[in-house]
């Protein structure tokens, strides 16, 4: 069976489609490149961002549970105050009460 004109000319155009093909997929792939780049600048930049997120959100941390510490401090202060004031006035009502004043102060 010999090739006829119709046959060769088929498969130049199957060859040309393929070579239209292939060049298509070259371009598909280097916008694939260049997307795949794009994204990771983005991560990149993205990662950075969260990493200085996270170090601020630390050190935040930090801070508050040093100034929780100090309201505690603060707090514990004022109770043990507190108790010593109730102590003082009961002494000085039954003090009042020993000398003869009304322990209310009327």
């Given at each position: 069976m010999e090739p006829t004109d119709l046959t060769i000319e088929i498969l130049k155009g199957i060859r040309d489609?393929?070579?239209?093909?292939?060049?298509?997929?070259?371009?598909?792939n280097e916008h694939l490149d260049q997307t795949n780049e794009r994204l990771d600048q983005r991560f990149d930049l993205l990662s950075r961002r969260l990493v200085e997120s996270e170090t601020r959100t630390a050190t935040?941390?930090?801070?508050?549970?040093?100034?929780?510490?100090?309201?505690?401090?603060?707090?514990?202060?004022?109770?043990?105050?507190?108790?010593?004031?109730?102590?003082?006035?009961?002494?000085?009502?039954?003090?009042k009460e020993h000398v003869g004043l009304d322990p209310t102060g009327s």
């Open positions: 489609e393929i070579r239209q093909t292939n060049q298509r997929l070259d371009q598909t935040a941390l930090v801070d508050l549970a040093g100034a929780v510490r100090e309201v505690k401090q603060l707090l514990s202060d004022r109770l043990d105050l507190r108790d010593r004031v109730d102590r003082c006035e009961s002494e000085i009502s039954r003090l």
